[in-house]
């Protein structure tokens, strides 16, 4: 069964990649793709202990990187929990990431 997906996946990888081709040589198709994107960005928090948990923050953003929604993620084992952000932690953290963290 893994064999099916991680072909399935493969076939659906090179069609993507045609897909970004076409972005890169015609303007239009570079438009319309980015009208429908958007991203999301996980951003995994320092850690004393990360054999025993986890956290992090996951931006939702449009294609320009605006931001549109957040929520803290914290696991333990195999507990997990997530948290929607308030616009007010959210403000604090745009400030933050926002000068020392960059997408590339």
Do not use: C, H, W
């Amino acid at each position: 069964m893994s064999g099916d997906i991680k072909e399935t996946a493969e076939k659906k990888l090179k069609s993507r990649i045609r897909k970004f081709k076409k972005v890169l040589k015609d303007e239009n198709e570079k438009e319309k793709f980015f009208d429908q994107l958007g991203a999301s960005v996980e951003i995994f928090l320092p850690n004393k202990n990360p054999e025993e948990s986890a956290d992090s923050i996951l931006f939702y953003t449009t294609a320009e990187g605006k931001i549109i929604d957040a929520e803290y993620s914290y696991n333990e084992g195999e507990e997990f929990t997530a948290i929607p952000l308030t616009d007010k932690n959210l403000d604090v953290l745009t400030e933050v990431f926002q000068s020392n963290f960059q997408l590339k």
